[in-house]
């Protein structure tokens, strides 16, 4: 990006860009997985983010991103959050599929993927959990075997975010006996035959994540993305992404304080001690947010485990918040609908999605710390 520009000066042109710029009818800021509803609005907005070069600026320059400063990564989240839009169509294009794309990904695979990706013409979601396999990932039993110069796959997957709505899948699969070894990691595409997503009804209504059923689905075999069985090292740069978008999207918990603050102001329910809960969430995002700018400042490799820190983080805060506004505002006034329902509702997924509290636990005892097991 510019390097000429300042930070503040780059906040400035966005905040100026997003109060002007166009917005599909219903655009709202869904987070980082669209509902099946939202989806229209989201592809359209993510269009309108790359004709203005927004759209995935922490991409480098060679694949059509910003090359963005984190610092600017930041402000661009911090500004879409107080604008309420998404700050893209999804997580798992931009964020997750496209840097592994571009690290393990075919030259062929790069530019038949990356462009959609960035033009927000293509939807990904990411195919690992299983009914029997989401902590222990390594232990998933879809398998992929070959067939000619194709390979037939055939298993369930659990849990896959916008499913119902994606164009193509980072599909992990067993392709041997060896427990990492033996797993391959696919680019699968979602309109295949014996393909079927099932939507799950979630707590707070919404139903943005499915069961994917594989029957027999033929893929090509240029559809292994690595080598075979090298799936469990795509899977860890994969989550070690995911762990750092997360805490990308952690600036936007301010603008999300401020709100059970102002709600709490206007029902004259801000006592003082409800001002010292505030005052030590608010000391924990900015930690948060100085933890992410250092992790993603320092060039360090996509699967460190270190990233477990920003994950651990930003759920459990994420997690506070909605339940600060529980017991601020009162179980019936949320009840009645109140927009914070969600945030408290969704906060408790946070401690979940991309591994959970406990596991981010043992990674930093084990990995970071050299506790033993
Ligand atoms: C909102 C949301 C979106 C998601 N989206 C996707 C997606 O798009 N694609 C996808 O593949 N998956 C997705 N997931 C699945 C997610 O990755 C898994 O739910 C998660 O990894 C936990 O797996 P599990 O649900 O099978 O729980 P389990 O692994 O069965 O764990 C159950 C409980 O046991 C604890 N536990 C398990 N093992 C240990 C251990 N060794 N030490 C201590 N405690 C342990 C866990 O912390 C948890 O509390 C999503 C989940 C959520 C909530």
């Known amino acids: 990006m510019d390097g000429s520009v300042t930070g503040e000066e780059f906040r400035t042109r966005v905040r100026d860009w997003l109060a002007s710029a166009p917005r599909p009818e219903g655009l709202h800021d869904y987070g980082g997985t669209p509902q099946l509803a939202d989806v229209p609005a989201g592809r359209q907005w993510h269009r309108t983010l790359f004709e203005a070069g927004y759209a995935c600026l922490h991409w480098p320059a060679e694949h059509g991103g910003r090359d963005a400063s984190v610092l600017e990564q930041a402000i661009f989240a911090e500004e879409a959050a107080r604008a309420g839009v998404p700050r893209q169509l999804n997580i798992v294009g931009p964020d997750l599929a496209g840097p592994v794309l571009m690290r393990y990904g075919t030259e062929a695979q790069q530019r038949r993927h990356l462009p959609p990706i960035l033009?927000?013409?293509?939807?990904?979601?990411?195919?690992?959990?299983?009914?029997?396999?989401?902590?222990?990932?390594?232990?998933?039993?879809?398998?992929?075997?070959?067939?000619g110069d194709h390979w037939l796959v055939d298993g369930q997957k659990v849990w896959t975010s916008a499913a119902g709505a994606a164009d193509y899948g980072l599909l992990l699969a067993r392709t041997g006996e060896d427990r990492h070894r033996g797993i391959t990691a696919f680019v699968v595409d979602m309109t295949l035959p014996g393909i079927t997503v099932r939507p799950l009804r979630?707590?707070?209504?919404?139903?943005?994540?499915?069961?994917?059923?594989?029957?027999?689905?033929?893929?090509?075999?240029?559809?292994?993305?690595?080598?075979?069985?090298?799936?469990?090292?795509v899977a860890t740069a994969t989550l070690g992404q995911e762990?750092?978008?997360?805490?990308?999207?952690?600036v936007g918990m301010f603008e999300a304080l401020r709100e059970v603050a102002d709600a709490a102001r206007e029902r004259g329910l801000l006592d003082p001690v409800l001002e010292d809960t505030i005052t030590a969430l608010w000391t924990r995002i900015w930690l948060l947010r100085a933890t992410w700018l250092r992790a993603v400042g320092t060039d360090t490799e996509l699967g460190s485990s270190a990233f477990s820190v920003l994950k651990l983080v930003s759920s459990e805060v994420y997690r506070d918040l909605g339940d600060l506004a529980t017991s601020a505002l009162g179980t019936d006034t949320l009840a009645a609908g109140h927009p914070l329902l969600r945030r408290m509702l969704v906060g408790r997924a946070q401690t979940i999605l991309g591994g959970t509290s406990e596991i981010q636990r043992n990674i930093l005892a084990e990995r970071v710390l050299g506790l033993p097991r």
């Open 243 to 250: 762990r750092l978008s997360l805490g990308a999207q952690a």
């Open 119 to 147: 033009r927000g013409e293509h939807l990904w979601c990411q195919l690992f959990s299983e009914p029997e396999a989401g902590s222990d990932l390594a232990s998933l039993r879809t398998r992929a075997r070959p067939d």
């Open 202 to 233: 979630q707590l707070d209504g919404e139903s943005k994540f499915n069961e994917v059923f594989f029957d027999d689905v033929r893929l090509s075999g240029d559809s292994v993305l690595g080598e075979v069985g090298q799936g469990w090292r």
